[in-house]
Nanobody, 119 residues
Framework: QVQVVESGGGLVQPGGTLRLSCAASGIKFRNFLMGWYRQAPGKQRELVAHITGNDIASYADSVKGRFTISRDNDKNTVYLQMNSVKPEDTAIYYC?????????????WGQGTQVTVSS
């Protein structure tokens, strides 16, 4: 059974830092593209960052230079280091695991973790 579980959300002041973690089980983690998405109230879910199995990362323009995605393939875990957070970073953050083999796609989501940036 596949499980994707986020942790580390909470309340943080503007300019502060937060580190999210996502542990995946039941998959060949190294073969999956791991991503962080977020959804703010009244808005669509958007990609924050993703990272390939060999550590190639990409970021949304809104978080470049502030957030860092990383992964530990031995621990089946992906991280999102959030620095210099802004109120507009407030959202539910979701972890995603995605891969495809030929015509088959495998796409798994966590339940999300709330991040609130407020003074």
């Amino acid at each position: 059974q596949v499980q994707v579980v986020e942790s580390g959300g909470g309340l943080v002041q503007p300019g502060g830092t937060l580190r999210l973690s996502c542990a995946a089980s039941g998959i060949k983690f190294r073969n999956f593209l791991m991503g962080w998405y977020r959804q703010a109230p009244g808005k669509q879910r958007e990609l924050v960052a993703h990272i390939t199995g060999n550590d190639i990362a990409s970021y949304a323009d809104s978080v470049k230079g502030r957030f860092t995605i990383s992964r530990d393939n031995d621990k089946n875990t992906v991280y999102l280091q959030m620095n210099s957070v802004k109120p507009e970073d407030t959202a539910i953050y979701y972890c995603n695991a995605y891969t495809n083999y030929g015509e088959s796609e495998y796409d798994y989501w966590g339940q999300g973790t709330q991040v609130t940036v407020s003074s």
